[in-house]
């Protein structure tokens, strides 16, 4: 059984950076990414990242400011954010997958993509 913990949000000023960490328990991780979820909200796709790390995915409106690595000798995956607005305000959550499948045989930006899921992190940005 895989499980995954966050750590890093926090509360910051528009404008300022924060960098989330998820590290992974158990093995057979292939894709992992960040989803958030703001109040009243669905839960939306944020990035993900392949299990060599060379392949990641973006949603539009964090391009250019967020950046996903992953250091798979630590199971670590870490979300760099910068630039932050205060409609990045929202809870985050690790997700990873166990499919064999390849990279551009699956839809990452869907939370079905994905078997496990951490506890969330809040990330607050102030005006």
């Known amino acids: 059984q895989v499980q995954l913990v966050e750590s890093g949000g926090g509360l910051v000023q528009a404008g300022g950076s924060l960098r989330l960490s998820c590290t992974a328990s158990?093995?057979?991780?292939?894709?992992m990414a960040w989803f958030r979820q703001a109040p009243g909200k669905e839960r939306e796709f944020v990035t993900a990242?392949?299990?060599?790390?060379?392949?990641?995915l973006y949603a539009d409106s964090v391009k250019g400011r967020f950046t996903i690595s992953r250091d798979n000798a630590e199971k670590t995956v870490y979300l760099q954010m910068n630039s932050l607005k205060p409609e990045d305000s929202a809870v985050y959550y690790c997700?990873?997958?166990?499919?064999?499948?390849?990279?551009?045989?699956?839809?990452?930006?869907?939370?079905?993509?994905?078997?496990?899921w951490g506890q969330g992190t809040q990330v607050t940005v102030s005006s």
């Open positions: 158990g093995n057979s991780i292939n894709t």
């Open positions: 990242i392949s299990r060599s790390g060379g392949l990641c």
């Open positions: 997700a990873a997958d166990s499919s064999p499948l390849p990279w551009y045989s699956r839809d990452h930006s869907s939370r079905t993509s994905f078997d496990y």
